[in-house]
């Protein structure tokens, strides 16, 4: 028998480095399959069987999964961005300067990261009207609803706070606006806004704020509720196709796995 | 096994009560710390009183911006006065039109004449008249922290 990639992997995952890094074990049996997926860290967040109609583009219009994506793409290119960055008010302005002019790949990094952005605004609020107008919100998935609003509030916070760090006219102006919006809270305002931007304006240390908040703490907040949400998925029973969730019996599937 | 309901208190609720009230000291400690750690003690930010020079700059009346300090500096018949160049609205920086006789805001289109009345736009509040004052130099000196009533003119 001529050799084939098919046969190459499998003998590749049959030698012992393979099977020290993934204990599943080889073999297309349903065991071994769900094994694969209940044993790896990544994806035992997700369930190891799901329906076919869930799988469908008509499902989801994979809008969750294309915000992961470009939760990924923002990621990468921010990590990047930040080895030519510095918060600084002589230098925030010209780096962005030099990531454009200067730095190979720089505008293509930072186009990347701009549009990203851009993309994932979108999509989460493309994900949510799916997701609300086809009802999927509903028990037993509405505490999974609940941290996707969450999600969406860090979205934009990410977004706001990316907003400044180019540190020109515009991001100036609009986060001049914005801090100002925030202080017509009653009582708390005035005090919210001194403590966001660090002083009475928009001046050095809002910058500084704003890029530990953007590279650090809401990344992180996003992380750890983007984890939530998908093992939420599994534990909610699934993502959610449409058609009605009972038993062969024609009770209600209970949810408690 | 659960364990029979006595009435009496047991050594183990006692120290829960103790562990949960120590665990709330510090929460309550954490946050008054983390609120003054987060709000700054000193700032370095530029000073609020601005000196715009001699007087005999500023022609008879005359509307004249200064950018950096962010005010207008108004010689009018009854005297001298500063206006805050901060919109009322959402602190744009606004802009005096000489051939409209106007100051007008960039981000949202409020109005307003140059004794700071609103004329148009969504403004909530005219703008601040701010303490204005001759320095022992023969400066005039604009506290752009400290707001003053309407009308009150400085006379040099």
Not at chain 1, 70 to 95: C, K, N, R, W
Not at chain 1, 103 to 125: E, K, P, Y
Not at chain 1, 211 to 237: E, M, N, Q, S
Not at chain 2, 72 to 87: D, Q, S, W
Request: glycine share 8%; proline share 6%.
């Amino acid at each position: 028998m001529p050799p084939t990639i098919e046969g190459y992997w499998n003998d590749q995952r049959g030698t012992k480095v393979w099977r020290s890094v993934f204990r599943s074990g080889t073999g297309s049996s349903t065991l071994h399959r769900a094994l694969a997926v209940q044993q790896n860290v990544f994806l035992h967040l997700a369930s190891v069987k799901m329906r076919r109609r869930s799988l469908a583009f008509s499902a989801t219009w994979y809008l969750g999964t294309l915000t992961l994506a470009t939760f990924l793409i923002l990621t990468g290119t921010g990590i990047l961005l930040m080895l030519y960055y510095h918060p600084s008010v002589p230098q925030a302005y010209a780096d962005m300067k030099d990531l454009q002019f200067v730095v190979s790949a720089g505008i293509f990094l930072r186009n990347l990261h701009r549009w990203s952005a851009h993309a994932m605004v979108f999509l989460v609020f493309a994900h949510m009207f799916k997701v609300f107008y086809r009802g999927a919100y509903r028990p037993p998935r509405e505490f999974n609803w609940v941290i996707g609003v969450v999600l969406l509030l860090v979205t934009l916070f990410l977004s706001y706070t990316g907003y400044l760090l180019p540190w020109d006219q515009l991001a100036f102006w609009a986060i001049t606006v914005g801090a100002n919006i925030m202080s017509a809270v009653p009582v708390l305002g005035r005090k919210m806004r001194f403590l966001m931007l660090g002083g009475n304006g928009v001046n050095a240390n809002a910058l500084l704020r704003f890029y530990v908040l953007h590279c650090v703490i809401l990344p992180l907040a996003a992380v750890v509720l983007i984890a939530v949400h998908f093992w939420r998925i599994r534990k909610d029973g699934g993502l959610y196709t449409g058609q009605a969730e009972t038993d062969a019996g024609g009770s209600p599937v209970q949810v408690n796995e | 096994m659960e364990p029979k309901d006595t009435g009496e208190v047991t050594r183990r609720d006692t120290l829960i009560k103790i562990g949960l009230g120590s665990v709330a000291v510090a929460g309550c400690g954490a946050a008054a710390f983390g609120y003054q750690f987060l709000s700054p003690n000193v700032l370095y930010e530029p000073s609020p009183i601005a000196n715009v020079g001699k007087p005999d700059r500023f022609p008879l009346d005359s509307v004249t911006p200064d950018l950096v300090a962010g005010i207008y500096v108004i010689h009018a018949p009854e005297g001298f006065y500063a206006l805050t160049a901060t919109c009322t609205h959402l602190g744009c920086l606004t802009a005096w039109k000489p051939d409209l006789g106007i100051i007008a805001c960039p981000c949202h289109g409020s109005k307003f004449n140059r004794h700071g009345v609103k004329i148009d736009g969504p403004a909530p509040k005219p703008l601040a008249w701010l303490k204005v004052w001759v320095s022992d130099d023969g400066d005039l000196l604009v506290d752009r922290s400290s707001i003053v009533p309407a009308e009150q003119f400085v006379r040099v």
